[in-house]
């Protein structure tokens, strides 16, 4: 199983670009990585998704190297609603052998 | 026009007794889940549906048992609730589809045992 571990917080100040990784070293071919964002009392909510190279959508980029062990979510220009906590998902979204682990999650507090 | 909503929103019981949380899906996924977040905010998935068949059992105690009466409903039933089930739970949903796995989350049932 692919276990993921990330920084249990970081800190931030509005406007600044974050960066938050997370280390997948076993990692699995089929595996995709997903990034999700969590405020209090809420579900997480995704935000990104990719299995090698750079995604990038309205929100976030993902930057995976090639050996995939790792991954880099990218929040540019964050502001204070960005404060929340970030979690790293690693798995494969079809078959039976659909195993999902959730990182620890990353507490970002963006600050004026 | 709740996308995944799970009732109740809180719960407050008492040792041993037994409980259900529901949970229902209007965009038409195949696979459902339920995740338990405690109190250190770690989330662990519990179960996963696929049209109606498990699919994921990750070592939950059999005293939790899921029941999906059909594609939109995956409720979560718990007997002889114990002090260390208190957590909040989550149901989740996602399109069955190759490689690709976006999940939309329910708002959470906050189950607190006494």
């Known amino acids: 199983l692919a276990k993921t571990t990330q920084p249990i917080s970081m800190d931030s100040y509005e406007g600044q670009e974050v960066n938050i990784t997370c280390s997948h070293n076993n990692i699995a071919t089929n595996d995709y990585i997903t990034w999700y964002q969590q405020f209090p009392s809420q579900g997480p909510r995704f935000i990104i998704q990719?299995?090698?190279t750079k995604v990038t959508n309205e929100v976030a980029s993902l930057f995976i190297p090639a050996d995939r062990k790792s991954s880099t979510l990218s929040l540019p220009r964050v502001s204070l609603s960005d404060t929340a906590v970030y979690y790293c998902?690693?798995?494969?979204?079809?078959?039976?052998?659909?195993?999902?682990?959730f990182g620890t999650g990353t507490l970002l507090a963006v600050q004026p | 026009d709740t996308a995944v909503s799970q009732t109740p929103k809180y719960l407050v019981t008492q040792m041993g007794n037994d409980k259900s949380i529901k949970c229902e899906q209007n965009l038409g996924h195949d696979t459902m889940y339920w995740y338990k977040q405690d109190s250190k905010k770690f989330l662990k998935i519990m179960f996963s549906y696929n049209n109606k068949e498990l699919i994921i059992n990750e070592t939950v105690p059999n005293r939790f048992s899921p029941k999906s009466p059909d594609k939109a409903h995956l409720n979560l039933h718990i007997n002889s609730l114990e002090l260390g089930d208190s957590a909040v739970y989550f149901c989740?949903?996602?399109?069955?589809?190759?490689?690709?796995?976006?999940?939309?989350f329910g708002p959470g049932t906050r189950l607190t045992v006494l």
């Open positions: 998902l690693v798995g494969d979204g079809g078959g039976a052998t659909n195993k999902l682990i």
């Open positions: 990719g299995y090698k």
């Open positions: 989740a949903s996602s399109p069955w589809r190759e490689g690709m796995n976006e999940q939309f």
